[in-house]
C-alpha cells in the first residue's frame, strides 16, 4: 500500500506568479483535500476533490482552484501570489463512503513566496 | 464554523513518564469524530488516534489514550511512558459527521526529556 506522496518538496516563487502543487492520494482512496499550514499554526481547509469535482471548500479566495484526475490524483493552484501564500500546502487522502473518512496526509510542500 | 482550542502551546515530560495534551471544541452537532495527529520535524502529519461521539468508550491505541467528555466538549490525549520519538507537535482534530471538512487547533509542541 503506498502513501501519500507530494511533488515539489520546496517551492520558490515571486509575487504575482501561478504555482502547481501536486499530490498522489494513498491507494484505494478516492478523496483528496488540500491544506495550507503557517508557519506555527494548524492546517488550515482549502478544499476537497471527489469523482474529479470540488466537494466542499474552505475560506479561500477563487485565485486557490484545483483538479482532481481519473487516478484520485490532484493539483493545487495558485494565481496571482501573494507574500502571505508562504506556508507548507497538505494534501490529505480519504476514501469515501468508509464510516470515519479519516484523512492520511503527505509530507507537505513548502511554499515560499519573495 | 466549528471552533478547536488547544491552549498548551509547549508541553515537555521525562522520558518514561505520563503526559496529557488538552483540547476543546465547539459545535452544535451531536455525531461529530474527533482526531489526534502528530506531526514529527520531517513534517508529515500521522494520525495517532480517533474518537467517534457516539462512542461513550474512549479510544486507546497502544500507549496513547483519550479521555473523551462530551458534555464538556473535551477531548483529552494521554501518553504513557513517553519515548524520545513522541516528540513532535500534536493538533487536535474535528470533522463533523455530515462534512468533509476537518478543523484543527493551533497544536501542542511536546519535548521529551531523556
Known amino acids: 500500500e503506498t502513501g501519500v506522496t507530494q511533488s515539489p518538496t520546496h517551492l520558490i516563487k515571486t509575487r504575482g506568479q501561478q504555482v502547481t502543487l501536486r499530490c498522489s492520494s494513498q491507494s484505494g482512496h478516492n478523496t483528496v483535500s488540500w491544506y495550507q499550514q503557517a508557519l506555527g499554526q494548524g492546517p488550515q481547509f482549502i478544499f476537497q476533490y471527489y469523482r474529479e469535482e470540488e466537494n466542499g471548500r474552505g475560506n479561500f479566495p477563487p485565485r486557490f482552484s484545483g483538479l482532481q484526475f481519473p487516478n484520485y490524483s490532484s493539483e493545487l493552484n495558485v494565481n496571482a501570489l501573494e507574500l502571505d501564500d508562504s506556508a507548507l500546502y497538505l494534501c490529505?487522502?480519504?476514501?469515501?463512503?468508509?464510516?470515519?473518512?479519516?484523512?492520511?496526509f503527505g509530507p507537505g510542500t513548502r511554499l515560499t513566496v519573495t | 464554523a466549528q471552533t478547536v482550542t488547544q491552549s498548551q502551546p509547549e508541553m515537555s515530560v521525562q522520558e518514561a513518564e505520563t503526559v496529557t495534551l488538552s483540547c476543546t471544541y465547539d459545535?452544535?452537532?451531536?455525531?461529530?469524530?474527533l482526531f489526534w495527529y502528530k506531526q514529527p520535524p520531517s513534517r508529515q502529519m500521522i494520525l495517532v488516534i480517533r474518537q467517534e461521539a457516539y462512542k461513550q468508550q474512549n479510544a486507546t491505541e497502544n500507549r496513547f489514550s483519550v479521555n473523551f467528555q462530551k458534555a464538556a466538549k473535551s477531548f483529552s490525549l494521554k501518553i504513557s511512558d513517553s519515548q524520545l520519538g513522541d516528540a513532535a507537535m500534536y493538533f487536535c482534530?474535528?470533522?463533523?459527521?455530515?462534512?468533509?471538512?476537518?478543523?484543527f487547533g493551533t497544536g501542542t509542541s511536546l519535548t521529551v526529556i531523556p
Open positions: 459545535t452544535s452537532e451531536s455525531d461529530y469524530y
Open positions: 490529505a487522502s480519504s476514501l469515501a463512503g468508509a464510516v470515519v473518512r479519516e484523512q492520511y
Open positions: 482534530a474535528y470533522r463533523s459527521a455530515a462534512g468533509n471538512q476537518f478543523y
